[in-house]
């Protein structure tokens, strides 16, 4: 199965063939870690974004999809994806949290992406519980990985020691879970 990594770090500082970026679905740029991926990747990143066809008005990408454009300043690519606003999990944010990761990575696959850093979606100021989220990204990325002979290694790169911990420690009992099945 291909690598996984947890790191401590400012996203626009790693090498990866794609960096996700946790983007609002008018894909216009914004706060947080959106407004440093566009800032690192330069104003093309922002063109391109603009090219992508809206689905409705001000909307290029609904929540819990994902959208690919060349990543300019930054990597070869950048995969935009819309993580939901935490309304205390009866919205469907679990579901639409995990069709991130899922989307991400089918577009990673899709376009020859051998390895690919995602930021703690959601977890920002859209208040989505860094623990769970890390339960789900790390279900995702191991679900997919398991899956797919062409699946991309990851980087999960965190924001904070305790964003990180979380995914350590999801990290951790995905790897003891895969160990008690025989599994690698």
């Known amino acids: 199965m291909p690598a996984i990594e947890i790191v401590e ?11 996700v970026n946790a983007a609002n679905e008018t894909l216009l740029g914004g706060g947080g870690v959106d407004g440093a991926i566009h800032r ?14 809206q689905v409705r008005p001000n909307v290029r990408c ?4 994902a959208r690919i454009t060349a990543g300019f300043d930054l990597a070869k690519f950048v995969i935009h994806t819309v993580g939901p606003v935490w309304h205390g999990g009866a919205r469907g944010e679990a579901e639409l949290l995990a069709s991130c990761y899922r989307e991400s990575l089918r577009l990673a696959r899709e376009n ?13 100021v859209y208040g989505y519980p860094r623990d769970h989220a890390a339960a789900i990204a790390v279900r995702e990325v191991h679900a997919w990985q ?16 305790g964003t990180c911990s979380a995914y350590r420690r999801e990290i951790a009992m995905a790897e003891g879970e895969d160990f008690g099945r025989g599994g690698a």
Request: one cysteine or more; charged letters at 10%.
């Open 9 to 19: 770090a400012d996203i626009t500082t790693l090498r990866a063939d794609a960096i």
């Open 40 to 53: 690192a990747a330069g104003p093309r990143l922002l063109a391109a974004c603009r090219a992508l066809p």
């Open 62 to 65: 609904p929540t819990g999809q």
């Open 112 to 124: 020859g992406v051998r390895q690919i850093a995602f930021p703690a979606v959601s977890c920002g």
């Open 146 to 161: 398991a899956a797919n002979a062409r699946a991309p290694s990851v980087i999960f790169c965190c924001f904070g020691a």
